[in-house]
């Protein structure tokens, strides 16, 4: 079992690029998870899914697009990357029961823009 | 504002007992998870506590007092491998997961 794949590890991009990160995931899990992880702060959820076909917005979506047309995939768009959004990445997905909704993540992306 | 307090960094003696505090102020309240996550890697699943009160698992447990807004991770018999960050997660009234900013344990031989 992968579990939850992220794909590309680490990218640099140049300020203005755009770049497409791809998180798969084998467990048939409904909920997926984009978060970016910043030093000295906590996990911030960008954006979100409940199921194939939808997509929500989290904390930190500016600047963000997802998409979720097959249920083992969700895709994370930077149109135009800023230096902001220097950050590690993590994708997660949960079966979505309330409660005791465990998160399995992802093994990270890390992004640099210059 | 919804609000998770840990600590930054704490250091233990390998063999040793740690407690790491977590304080929560959030709108609702429907569990508390503890993370851990070494250096470079994802956040693994530690615990989950929904009533007040301890929960064990082998090495490590997990306390929850709702009244005061507060929970401990303790780790028992420390080893060089819990060298790793500990992140507390609150679930709000909205389903929604609140981070701390995860507390950095270092173990010394």
């Known amino acids: 079992n992968a579990g939850v794949t992220q794909t590309p590890k680490f990218r640099v991009l140049k300020t203005g690029q755009s770049m497409t990160l791809l998180c798969a995931q084998d467990?048939?899990?409904?909920?997926m998870y984009w978060y970016r992880q910043d030093p000295g702060m906590g996990l911030r959820l960008i954006h979100y899914?409940?199921?194939?076909?939808?997509?929500a917005k989290g904390e930190v979506p500016d600047g963000y697009n997802v998409s979720r047309l097959k249920k083992q995939n969700f895709l994370l768009g930077l149109e135009s990357a800023a230096p902001s959004q220097t950050s590690v990445y993590f994708c997660?997905?949960?079966?979505?029961?309330?409660?005791?909704?465990?998160?399995?993540f992802g093994a990270g992306s890390r992004l640099t823009v210059l | 504002g919804q609000n998770i307090d840990q600590p930054t960094e704490m250091t233990a003696t390998e063999g040793a007992i740690v407690q790491i505090n977590c304080t929560y102020q959030?709108?609702?309240?429907?569990?508390l998870f503890w993370y851990q996550q070494h250096a470079g890697e994802a956040p693994t699943f530690l615990s989950y506590?929904?009533l007040d009160g301890l929960e064990e698992k082998g090495r490590f447990s997990s306390f929850l007092s709702r009244s005061k807004g507060y929970s401990y991770l303790l780790l028992k018999e420390l080893q060089m491998k819990d060298s790793a960050s500990y992140l507390c997660?609150?679930?709000?009234?909205?389903?929604?997961?609140?981070w701390g900013a995860g507390t950095k344990l270092i173990i010394k031989p």
């Open positions: 997660a609150v679930l709000d009234s909205n389903y929604q997961l609140i």
């Open positions: 506590n929904v």
């Open positions: 467990m048939n899990h409904e909920y």
């Open positions: 959030t709108s609702g309240f429907n569990g």
């Open positions: 899914s409940v199921g194939e076909g939808t997509t």
């Open positions: 997660a997905s949960s079966t979505g029961d309330s409660g005791a909704n465990v998160l399995t």
